[in-house]
C-alpha cells in the first residue's frame, strides 16, 4: 500500500489530496487548499504556500507527491506568480525526501475519465465515483485528488511491468 499526495499548484488556492493506493483500490483519506492572501508580499505568499504545504506533509507522511503541469499563461506577469508556486510545490515534497512525479493535464484527464480532452464537471465526477466518501469543497482538492489518481495508475502499471507481469 502507497500513500500519494496530489497537487494542484495554484497561488491563491493550491489545491492537495491525499488517498491510499493498493493495486487497483483506491481510498480517499483528505483534500482541501492551502490558500494564500492576495494583498500579501509574494514573500510572504510563497512562505505561507510552503508552510501549509509542509504542515500537511508532516500530517500526513505521504510516501510520493504527484504534481500537475501548468499551463502557460498569456498574461506574462500571471505566468511567472504561477511558475514561482509552481516551484514551492515542487520543493516541498522534494525536501522531505519524497519522490515527485509530474504529469500533464491531459495526461492525468486520460488516466482519471478516459479521455484527455474531458471537462472540469466529467474529471470531478469521476473522482467521487473512484473515491466514494470525497466531499470535494473546492474545484482545486477535486483536482489534485485527480493528480493523486492518475499517479496511483501509473505507478501500479509500472509495477507490474517491472514484476513481469502477464494477463491470464
Given at each position: 500500500?502507497?500513500?500519494?499526495?496530489?497537487?494542484?499548484?495554484?497561488?491563491?488556492?493550491?489545491?492537495?489530496?491525499?488517498?491510499?493506493?493498493?493495486?487497483?483500490?483506491?481510498?480517499?483519506?483528505?483534500?482541501?487548499?492551502?490558500?494564500?492572501?492576495?494583498?500579501?508580499?509574494?514573500?510572504?505568499?510563497?512562505?505561507?504556500?510552503?508552510?501549509?504545504?509542509?504542515?500537511?506533509?508532516?500530517?500526513?507522511?505521504?510516501?510520493?507527491?504527484?504534481?500537475?503541469?501548468?499551463?502557460?499563461?498569456?498574461?506574462?506577469?500571471?505566468?511567472?506568480?504561477?511558475?514561482?508556486?509552481?516551484?514551492?510545490?515542487?520543493?516541498?515534497?522534494?525536501?522531505?525526501?519524497?519522490p515527485v512525479a509530474e504529469y500533464q493535464a491531459m495526461e492525468v484527464k486520460r488516466?482519471?475519465?478516459?479521455?484527455?480532452?474531458?471537462?472540469?464537471?466529467?474529471?470531478?465526477?469521476?473522482?467521487?465515483?473512484?473515491?466514494?466518501?470525497?466531499?470535494?469543497?473546492?474545484?482545486?482538492?477535486?483536482?489534485?485528488?485527480?493528480?493523486?489518481?492518475?499517479?496511483?495508475?501509473?505507478?501500479?502499471?509500472?509495477?507490474?511491468?517491472?514484476?513481469?507481469?502477464?494477463?491470464?
Open positions: 500500500m502507497v500513500r500519494v499526495l496530489g497537487l494542484d499548484p495554484g497561488l491563491r488556492f493550491c489545491g492537495w489530496g491525499v488517498i491510499e493506493s493498493d493495486g487497483n483500490r483506491l481510498r480517499h483519506l483528505g483534500d482541501g487548499v492551502v490558500a494564500t492572501v492576495d494583498s500579501d508580499a509574494m514573500a510572504v505568499r510563497l512562505r505561507c504556500l510552503h508552510d501549509g504545504l509542509a504542515a500537511l506533509l508532516a500530517e500526513w507522511a505521504p510516501d510520493e507527491a504527484a504534481v500537475e503541469h501548468t499551463y502557460m499563461n498569456k498574461n506574462p506577469g500571471a505566468a511567472i506568480k504561477l511558475g514561482m508556486a509552481r516551484g514551492v510545490v515542487l520543493l516541498a515534497p522534494a525536501l522531505t525526501g519524497i488516466a482519471v475519465v478516459g479521455t484527455g480532452h474531458a471537462d472540469k464537471i466529467q474529471v470531478q465526477d469521476m473522482v467521487r465515483r473512484l473515491l466514494p466518501g470525497a466531499v470535494l469543497k473546492r474545484a482545486d482538492a477535486a483536482d489534485a485528488l485527480a493528480v493523486a489518481i492518475c499517479h496511483a495508475h501509473h505507478r501500479s502499471s509500472r509495477l507490474m511491468l517491472t514484476q513481469g507481469y502477464t494477463p491470464a
